[in-house]
C-alpha cells in the first residue's frame, strides 16, 4: 500500500505542517475503524483530570489498539478529535506531533460543548489501513 497526500492549490492551506487534505491510499488490504477513544485507562479509572493527560491516554489507547490488530500509529490513516474546550488545542496539536512526528494524517478537529462523562474533556476516532 501506499500514500499520496494532496494539497492542490485548489483547496485551503492551513499552514499546519502535518495536516494534509486528503489522502490516497492505493493497495489497502484490510481496514481498522475505532471507536473514540477516551482518557480512560485499562482498568476504566480516568488518566487524569487535565486534557493533556487525558490526550496520552487516549493516544495509548488507539495505540493498544493497533496493536492488538497487528498495526502501528504508523498506519493511521485519518483522526477525527473532539475537544470540550478551545484552549487545548495547542496542547492537542503537540501531543499528536509526539505520538505521529510530522506524519501527514487527515484529521477533523472539533470544540463541542460535552462529551458523554463530564468528566471527559477529549475523544480521538482513528481509522487505520493495513500497508
Known amino acids: 500500500m501506499t500514500f499520496a497526500t494532496h494539497d ?3 483547496v485551503p492551506d492551513l499552514g499546519i505542517p502535518t495536516f494534509t487534505q486528503g ?3 492505493e493497495g489497502v488490504r ?10 480512560l485507562k485499562p482498568d476504566g479509572t480516568l488518566a487524569g483530570r487535565d486534557t493533556e493527560t487525558q490526550i496520552r491516554q487516549a493516544f495509548a489507547n488507539i495505540a ?3 496493536a492488538d490488530a497487528g498495526l502501528s ?5 485519518f483522526l477525527r478529535f473532539y475537544l470540550t474546550k478551545a484552549a ?3 496542547a492537542m496539536r503537540t501531543l499528536r506531533n509526539e505520538f505521529l512526528g510530522t506524519r501527514k494524517v487527515p484529521s477533523t478537529l472539533l470544540v ?3 462529551l ?3 468528566d471527559w474533556t477529549v475523544e480521538i476516532e482513528a481509522v487505520a489501513a493495513r500497508r
Not at 484490510?30 to 482518557?39: P, T
Open 88 to 90: 487545548d488545542i495547542p
Open 23 to 25: 489522502l490516497m491510499l
Open 116 to 118: 458523554a462523562n463530564p
Open 30 to 39: 484490510d481496514w481498522f475503524i475505532m471507536s473514540g477513544q477516551i482518557g
Open 8 to 10: 492542490p492549490d485548489t
Open 64 to 66: 493498544n489498539l493497533l
Open 73 to 77: 500509529l504508523d498506519d493511521l490513516v
Open 112 to 114: 463541542i460543548s460535552a
